[in-house]
């Protein structure tokens, strides 16, 4: 029953095999992009600095601050709404840097798939927004 809600039996759109690999090609683009981004705005030893440590640092928060259980327990427990917005300003800071890079078009497609990865995760953000736990990911006996 992992990733079904047991009060309605149906699968939940957050844990979805899809929506889950697309979100997974959203984080590792987000961190191409920082990466990207921080070579070319730089010069000389900076470039590879920025290039290696945006995208580490960016992997951090994203990876050390999330909520419970989340899929595996959290290094470090924060609400719901801390936790979209630190995803929200990721995702958000990764559009501008294409868009600083003149790269609008491809700027507006990682925005839309963004944006529909959130609607179609609608369990997991509305829980989130509400400052709820998420059950979403939790493993129930069958």
Same mark, same amino acid.
């Given at each position: 029953?992992?990733?079904?809600?047991?009060?309605?039996?149906?699968?939940?759109?957050?844990?979805?095999?899809?929506?889950?690999? $697309?979100?997974?090609?959203?984080?590792?683009?987000?961190?191409?992009?920082?990466? *990207?981004?921080?070579?070319?705005?730089?010069?000389?030893?900076?470039?590879?600095?920025? /290039?290696?440590?945006?995208?580490?640092?960016?992997?951090?928060?994203?990876?050390?601050?999330? #909520?419970? &259980? &989340?899929?595996?327990?959290?290094?470090?427990?924060?609400?719901?709404?801390?936790?979209?917005?630190?995803?929200?300003?990721?995702?958000?800071?990764? #559009?501008?840097?294409?868009? &600083?890079?003149?790269?609008?078009?491809?700027?507006?497609?990682?925005? #839309?798939?963004?944006?529909?990865? *959130?609607? $179609?995760?609608?369990?997991?953000?509305? /829980?989130?927004?509400?400052?709820?736990?998420?059950?979403?990911?939790?493993?129930?006996?069958?």
């Amino acid at each position: 029953m992992t990733g079904q809600n047991p009060r309605h039996s149906i699968q939940l759109m957050n844990t979805n095999p899809l929506n889950l690999f $697309v979100r997974f090609l959203l984080e590792i683009a987000m961190l191409i992009i920082f990466g *990207y981004w921080e070579f070319h705005r730089n010069v000389h030893w900076e470039r590879w600095a920025g /290039a290696i440590g945006l995208p580490l640092a960016a992997a951090a928060l994203w990876g050390i601050f999330r #909520i419970p &259980d &989340d899929p595996k327990p959290a290094p470090i427990e924060v609400p719901g709404i801390v936790r979209l917005l630190l995803e929200w300003v990721l995702f958000g800071s990764a #559009i501008w840097a294409l868009q &600083d890079l003149k790269q609008i078009q491809l700027s507006l497609v990682m925005a #839309i798939i963004i944006l529909l990865h *959130y609607i $179609v995760s609608y369990d997991r953000t509305w /829980a989130m927004l509400r400052n709820r736990k998420y059950k979403g990911f939790l493993k129930t006996p069958d």
